[in-house]
Each structure stands twice: as structure tokens, then as C-alpha cells.
Nanobody
Framework: QVQLVESGGGSVQTGGSLRLSCAAS????????MGWFRQGQGKEREFVAG????????NYADSVKGRFTISRDKAKNTAYLQMNSLKPEDTAVYYC??????????????????WGQGTQVTVSS
């Protein structure tokens, strides 16, 4: 069974940066997709960014494109989300998710089988 653990959340002022990590264990990834979702207070969970483990193909939500960068380290089974130019609207609990046997990055919550516990990101103005 795959386990995902997020880290790197915290509080930052508008315009600041944070780097989130998602450490995966249980098996070595191959044809998998790994994504980041977020859920703000009183809001629905939404797709942020995703990456194919094999070839590194990425997909981003329009709201974060140009500010966030997703990457992965195959040797460490770890994915990262570099968040720059943070805005108050980015405040949310950020979740790491993974799914098997994909050839593209799904953008819906129901498409992912494995989920981490989440890490809080707070951006103040």
C-alpha cells in the first residue's frame, strides 16, 4: 500500500515562497501520476498541479500557472511543489495524491487512489 506524507507547510506573507514535499513509500513508482490538491476553508477541494512520474510531464491549474512548479525526485520517491508569489487566496490545506497506471495527469479528486494527510499553508496580506 502506498503511503504519502506531506511537509513544508507554514505561514508566509503575500509575495513569499514555500516548498512543499510529498514523500511516498510502499513501492517504487513507475506509470503513476502524482498531484497536489488544496482545500480552503469552506471551499471544495481543487486541483493545483500534477506530474507524471516517468517522463515528468506536468499540468497546472490556471490559478497557479507561472507561480507554482511541481517536480519529483525518482531516487527519493518524493514530489515537490515550489510555490512563489503567494497570495492570500492560496491559503488552504494542501494534499498530495497519487494514482497508478496513468498516461496523463488527472485533475479530479475521484481519479486519485492514495492521499496524504495534508499540510496547512497560510498566506497573510
Amino acid at each position: 500500500q502506498v503511503q504519502l506524507v506531506e511537509s513544508g507547510g507554514g505561514s508566509v506573507q503575500t509575495g513569499g515562497s514555500l516548498r512543499l514535499s510529498c514523500a511516498a513509500s510502499g513501492r517504487t513508482f513507475s506509470n503513476d501520476a502524482m498531484g497536489w490538491f488544496r482545500q480552503g476553508q469552506g471551499k471544495e477541494r481543487e486541483f493545483v498541479a500534477g506530474i507524471m512520474w516517468s517522463d515528468g510531464w506536468t499540468n497546472y491549474a490556471d490559478s497557479v500557472k507561472g507561480r507554482f512548479t511541481i517536480s519529483r525526485d525518482k531516487a527519493k520517491n518524493t514530489a515537490y511543489l515550489q510555490m512563489n508569489s503567494l497570495k492570500p487566496e492560496d491559503t488552504a490545506v494542501y494534499y498530495c495524491a497519487a494514482d497508478r497506471l496513468r498516461s496523463y495527469v488527472p485533475t479530479t479528486q475521484a481519479s486519485y487512489e492514495y492521499w496524504g494527510q495534508g499540510t496547512q499553508v497560510t498566506v497573510s496580506s
